[in-house]
């Protein structure tokens, strides 16, 4: 079938209609459906980097990221190497050592499963490290020991959960946060301790991804249906994902199943304003996919949803503690 028949199929098929002609196979599979229509977006690839370029791309993509923090911190008149930082949701530790790498003061990088520190990433680590070296153009011997380049790096590591961090009040002047609030089961909490560990005046950058967008449930082919993850439950997109399209329970939890679903309009209502201060707030939206939206999708969608919601990639937020 062409693209443009499988869109004329999918738009006049209901959720269910969908559900069973993606069962008897009739219907070819979401990665399918997006790369054909989407092409011009993204590409249907796995999540990890494999190749010395795609770690290369992965560092600069975080760079960028880590040089408009920088940017926003120096408009404002801060001084990046007097910031003691925490990085929340830190991973492999990438946006730690780029921060120090740019000047900034010392960083406490936490996750509560770091893979900076995990024995079974240990090839994957040096990779990135390769890679981070790389583009400050400094030299990396790869046989050196992952957890002593933090340590020379002033990168302290925190294996703890971010609803409950054991680091003092008022004790930080920076908390950001990359790719990983969506990921926090008790962000309300975990958003309460951010508050609590910023001095009064302390910043709190944080990017993350928007749950309901095309791709929110984070990984093309792990459901089907365009959206589809809008409407389902947990359990029924664990079903669908699973048990149709044979994606295993482990890489489901460790994809989705841990997203905490939240829509714009909570995350926005939780950054109370009476707490804080609201410098900066952006829908990145996804170029292009609106006109993507299924019709039974839009009259189905969940009260608390708006189209906002569908074509909504990224949120980036800056904010200071009052
Ligand atoms: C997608 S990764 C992002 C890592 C890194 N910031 C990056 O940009 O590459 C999300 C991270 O959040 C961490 N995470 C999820 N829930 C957490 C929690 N409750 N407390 C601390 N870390 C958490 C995960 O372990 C994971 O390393």
């Known amino acids: 079938m062409e693209p443009v028949e499988i869109l004329g199929v999918l738009s006049s098929l209901t959720p269910d209609a969908y559900f069973q002609s993606s069962m008897s196979g009739q219907l070819p599979r979401y990665a399918f459906f997006h790369k054909a229509l989407c092409g011009f977006k ?15 791309a992965k560092v600069r993509k975080r760079r960028k990221k880590m040089k408009r923090l920088k940017e926003l911190l120096r408009d404002r008149g801060r001084r990046l190497a007097r910031m003691t930082a925490l990085d929340l949701g830190a ?12 000047g900034g003061g010392s960083v406490i990088a936490l996750d509560r499963q770091p893979c900076a520190l995990d024995p079974n990433c240990r090839d994957q680590m040096r990779q990135w490290m390769a890679a981070v070296h790389a583009s400050i153009e400094e030299p990396f011997d790869p046989a050196q020991d992952v957890r002593a380049v933090f340590r020379q790096k002033g990168v302290e590591w925190l294996v703890a959960d971010a609803a409950s961090v054991p680091v003092d009040d008022e004790s930080l002047d920076l908390v950001f946060s990359i790719s990983s609030l969506e990921h926090i089961g008790d962000i309300e909490r975990a958003i309460s301790e951010v508050h609590r560990l910023l001095k009064p005046g302390g910043i709190f950058y944080a990017e ?29 997109l664990r079903t669908l994902s699973c048990e149709l399209n044979s994606v295993s329970e482990d890489e489901f939890d460790a994809l989705v199943g841990g997203l905490n679903r939240w829509h714009l ?46 074509v909504t990639d990224d949120i980036r937020a800056l904010l200071e503690k009052r």
């Open 42 to 56: 993204r590409e249907i690839a796995s999540t990890s980097a494999s190749s010395e370029e795609e770690y290369g």
């Open 91 to 102: 991973g492999f530790g990438i946006e730690a050592l780029l921060w120090r790498g740019m």
């Open 208 to 236: 993350w991804s928007n749950f309901y967008s095309l791709v929110g449930a984070h990984s093309p082919g792990i459901v089907d249906i365009p959206w589809g993850h809008v409407l389902l439950t947990p359990d029924e």
């Open 265 to 310: 309009r909570r995350w926005r209502e939780t950054f109370d304003d009476s707490l804080w201060k609201v410098h900066e707030w952006k829908h990145l939206a996804d170029e292009g996919v609106e006109p993507l939206i299924p019709l039974w999708l839009i009259d189905r969608l969940p009260r608390e949803l708006t189209i906002v919601d569908l």
